[in-house]
Nanobody, 120 residues
Framework: QVQLVESGGGLVQPGGSLRLSCRASGSIFSLVSMAWHRQVPGKERELAAHIFSGGITNYKDSVKGRFTISIDNAKNTVYLQMNSLEPEDTAVYYC??????????????WGQGIQVTVSS
């Protein structure tokens, strides 16, 4: 079983910054990718940023140039640096990790979610 532990959320004023962290632990043979998704009440969960273990990234258009996702493969940890935050970034942010438990078994794990609130 793979567990994800998220940290770094909170309340920040518009224009401010936050850094989210998510560490994966447990039965991990190798990581394929990690990502941050976000969800607001009444809306579907959406991808904010995604990174492959090799470093290739992908971002939601509205966060490009403001958010930076990075990965530390040695620590099985993904980070999301969020700058120039806007009220529209307010959401619960969920970490996702995909990879292999062994040579044949894949996993697709989710964190519990962490609140990010952007408000004055």
């Amino acid at each position: 079983q793979v567990q994800l532990v998220e940290s770094g959320g909170g309340l920040v004023q518009p224009g401010g910054s936050l850094r989210l962290s998510c560490r994966a632990s447990g039965s991990i043979f190798s990581l394929v990718s990690m990502a941050w998704h976000r969800q607001v009440p009444g809306k579907e969960r959406e991808l904010a940023a995604h990174i492959f273990s090799g470093g290739i990234t992908n971002y939601k258009d509205s966060v490009k140039g403001r958010f930076t996702i990075s990965i530390d493969n040695a620590k099985n940890t993904v980070y999301l640096q969020m700058n120039s935050l806007e009220p529209e970034d307010t959401a619960v942010y969920y970490c996702n990790a995909r990879g292999y438990r062994d040579a044949e078994s894949i996993f697709d794990a989710w964190g519990q979610g962490i609140q990010v609130t952007v408000s004055s």
